[in-house]
C-alpha cells in the first residue's frame, strides 16, 4: 500500500528544483592540529589541511591509517580528542546538528535498508533530512535522474546490483542538496563499466559541491580529483595537487621530443637550457621526425623553453610529452617510509 501510496504521489519527472540550503560565503573545511586517540593508540596525530570551495580532494592512505577516522570526525559521527575542525566557519564539536545539513556522507559500508523500495527509501531519508513534502518529490525527481535509477526506482534494495545500491547511496548522500560530499570508497566493488559511470558523477558533483574522495584505487584519484592528500600511520606524508606531487617526488623528469625540419647535432641546443641535465637522440620505431629524450630536474619544467628554441631554430615539433612517476609508486615510497 505504501507503495502505491508514495508511487502515486511522486510521479517520476524532473521538475526545476533550486536546492534546500543557501550558505552565504564559502564552504569550506579546516583541519586544524586535530588528534583522535582510542585507548593508547593515536589513530589521528596532529593532523592540519584545507578543502576548498568546489574542490574534488583525494584522502589517501593505507588501511589504519587514519581516513576514516578523520572522515567521521568531520561528519560529526564522533568528536576528536583535540584540535579543531571547522565546516565553513562552524565547529564540528559546537554546531553539530547545523554542519551534518551541510554534509552529505556515503560510508564504505553504505547504509541502506536492504527490504524497502528505491522510492520508500529515498522519501524516507528526505523526510528525515527535514524536506518537506512541497520540496521532496521533486528532490527526489531529482536525485533518480542524477544518479540513474529511474530503471530501478521501484525495485526492493535488495535485488539491485552492487553498482545500483552505491547510486542509491550516493542519492540519499545528496537527498538535502548539501554543500559537501565525503564518500568513503565509493566505487569499491564496482564492475568497470560501473566504476566509469560513479566516477563521471563524481566529477559532475564536484562542479558546484566540495568533494572529500576516500579511495584506495589511485588511478580513481587521479581521473577525478584536483589535489592528494596522503594519510599514513595518523600523519599527512604528503598535500599537493597530482602534478606537484608527481614532479616534486620524481627526482627527474624525462621529456620526450620529436621533431621535423632538425639537422646537425641537436642535442647540445637542447642542453644549454635552463634546468636539462642530459639530452640523448633516441630511435622509436613509429617515429616521423628526430627524437630525443630530455632529462631535466624535477624543479624546473623546461618545455616551454623547448619550444621556444625550436622555433628559433625553425624545427617543428611533432611531439612534446613529459613522463612522470606513477601515483601508485609515490603512494609506495611515502606509505611504506613513513
Known amino acids: 500500500m505504501l507503495l502505491q501510496t508514495i508511487a502515486t504521489t511522486y510521479p517520476l519527472i524532473l521538475p526545476s528544483f533550486g536546492g534546500l540550503i543557501d550558505f552565504d560565503g564559502d564552504a569550506m573545511i579546516e ?22 570551495e568546489g574542490k ?29 575542525v571547522t565546516i565553513s566557519g562552524l565547529k564540528v564539536t559546537e554546531d553539530s546538528m547545523e554542519i551534518r545539513r551541510m554534509i552529505g556522507y556515503l560510508p564504505e559500508l553504505n547504509p541502506l535498508y536492504l527490504e524497502m523500495n528505491v522510492l520508500d527509501f529515498l522519501d524516507y531519508i528526505a523526510e528525515l533530512r527535514d524536506i518537506g513534502p512541497d520540496k521532496r518529490r521533486s528532490r527526489i525527481n531529482e536525485m533518480v535522474e542524477m544518479c540513474g535509477l529511474g530503471n530501478v526506482v521501484h525495485k526492493d534494495i535488495h535485488q539491485l546490483s552492487k553498482g545500483y545500491k552505491q547510486r542509491v547511496g550516493l542519492a540519499q548522500a545528496m537527498i538535502h542538496d548539501p554543500a559537501i560530499l565525503i564518500l568513503d570508497e565509493p566505487t569499491i566493488g564496482l564492475d568497470p563499466n560501473q566504476v566509469v559511470d560513479i566516477r563521471s558523477l563524481i566529477k559532475q558533483l564536484g562542479r558546484e559541491k566540495t568533494v572529500i574522495l576516500s579511495t584506495h584505487i589511485l588511478t580513481e584519484v587521479q581521473s577525478t580529483c584536483d589535489r592528494a592528500v596522503i594519510i599514513n600511520n595518523g600523519i599527512i606524508v604528503a598535500d599537493s595537487s597530482l602534478i606537484d606531487l608527481q614532479r616534486d617526488l620524481a627526482g627527474k ?17 637542447f642542453e644549454r637550457i635552463g634546468g636539462v641535465e642530459t639530452a640523448t637522440e633516441t630511435f622509436p620505431e613509429d617515429r616521423i621526425g628526430r627524437c630525443f629524450k630530455v632529462i631535466a630536474t624535477a624543479k ?22 613529459r613522463e612522470m612517476r606513477s601515483l601508485e609508486d609515490i603512494f609506495h615510497q611515502l606509505t611504506m617510509a613513513a
Open 31 to 52: 583541519i586544524s592540529h586535530l588528534t583522535k586517540i582510542y585507548g593508547t593508540q593515536k589513530a589521528v596525530n596532529d593532523i592540519s589541511f584545507n578543502v576548498e
Open 56 to 84: 574534488i580532494i583525494g584522502f589517501l592512505g593505507p588501511n589504519g591509517a587514519g581516513k576514516s577516522t578523520t572522515m567521521k570526525i568531520i561528519t560529526c559521527y564522533m568528536p576528536p580528542t583535540s584540535g579543531e
Open 253 to 269: 623528469q624525462i621529456i620526450s621530443v620529436e621533431l621535423l625540419g632538425a639537422t646537425g647535432d641537436v642535442a647540445p641546443t
Open 300 to 321: 624546473v619544467d623546461p618545455r616551454e623553453q623547448i619550444f621556444r628554441t625550436a622555433v628559433q631554430m625553425n624545427w617543428t615539433i611533432v611531439k612534446l610529452t
